[in-house]
């Protein structure tokens, strides 16, 4: 089963100290070890500050962009893992050795499993088909 690992954290509201940012990255790296050695890492990114955001309605046949996250929240997504893993006891075991989780919080989210034909791929769902 895979497992999205979404990692909410605050926005620091001042820039970190070369030290702190250093000592975090290898709580990262070493995180990062740790799942590909189990051969479970199947992907994962940081991402850019909320401020970065752009959010996305439609409504009544119109897009409405708008700057910023869809919330406003103290905590904000700030990267994720997709990991695979035996069962959500095995995810949250690996969720917690993300660094995030001792400041933060880790979402732990199953992924769904379309089969073989999606159209996340470009191709047709097979539900329903003849």
């Not at 820039?15 to 070493?30: D, F, H, K, R, V």
């Not at 479970?40 to 970065?52: D, F, N, V």
């Not at 917690?96 to 732990?108: C, F, N, T, V, Y």
Request: negative net charge; without cysteine.
């Amino acid at each position: 089963m895979q497992y999205a690992l979404l990692i909410y954290t605050a926005e620091p509201t001042e820039e970190p100290s070369p030290e702190a940012i250093a000592a975090e990255m290898e709580g990262y790296n070493e995180f990062g070890r740790y799942v590909a050695d189990r051969g479970a890492m199947r992907g994962g990114e940081a991402l850019h500050p909320s401020t970065s955001a752009t959010t996305v309605r439609v409504r009544d046949g119109k897009t409405l962009a708008t700057d910023g996250p869809f919330a406003e929240t103290k905590e904000v997504l700030g990267g994720f893992y997709v990991v695979e893993a035996t069962d959500l006891d095995d995810a949250i075991g690996i969720a917690a050795r993300i660094p995030g989780a001792l400041h933060g919080s880790i979402e732990i989210r199953p992924i769904l499993d379309f089969g073989a034909e999606s159209t996340m791929r470009g191709e047709t769902v097979g539900v329903g088909a003849d």
